[in-house]
């Protein structure tokens, strides 16, 4: 895994904005990220050219650079304790996310560790042990009534051939020796 803490770091705690907003504390987490990255690598562009050229063996930052970043960002949450928790079977830090995306704006966290059942702290069904339910933090119910044009009824039928079947036979057989005649 190539910078995979890095990139995890920067994917999921980069500058985000809702509704057109930036927020105070996407801005400050970003702030945060940059001059962490400045002090460990030096030369940003640098560094960028040389993971997009695959020089980098394993992950310039060590456990304890994480841990530094890590603390740096608890800092700016208001439940630092629930924050340092990793949920078993998951190697993310799900509550700091929550916390952060929640202070930031985000209208989705509650997927991530709010009340219910399928959560990604609890683990999010997949409908093989159990069945498949809804996501009520993400997706509102659907309403099963039928949704009609409230308009009047008007009827078009200027499409259609008014008179008798002689004429109409009549007529289209014209129109078929033109086309075929213009065919030729």
């Not at 050229?53 to 800092?75: H, I, N, V």
Request: proline letters at 4%; a negative charge.
């Amino acid at each position: 895994m190539v910078w995979a803490s890095a990139v995890r770091a920067a994917g999921i705690l980069g500058c985000v904005s809702w509704k057109g907003v930036q927020s105070r504390e996407a801005i400050v987490t970003a702030a945060i990220i940059d001059s962490f990255c400045k002090r460990k690598l030096g030369d940003l562009a640098k560094a960028s050219l040389k993971l997009a050229l695959g020089r980098y063996q394993e992950s310039p930052f060590t456990a304890a650079d994480m841990a530094e970043l890590r603390s740096e960002w608890f800092k700016l949450l208001p439940d630092q304790e629930k924050a340092k928790e990793v949920t078993v079977g998951q190697p993310f830090l799900l509550h700091a996310l929550a916390q952060s995306l929640r202070l930031m704006g985000d209208p989705g966290t509650e997927v991530i560790d709010g009340a219910g059942t399928s959560t990604f702290v609890e683990g999010v069904h997949l409908g093989h042990l159990q069945p498949l339910g809804t996501t009520p933090q993400i997706y509102r119910p659907r309403v099963k009534e039928p949704c009609y044009d409230e308009t009047d009824w008007a009827l078009c039928m200027n499409n259609y051939f008014r008179g008798s079947e002689e004429e109409a036979e009549r007529t289209l057989e014209a129109h078929f020796v033109r086309k075929n005649l213009r065919a030729e």
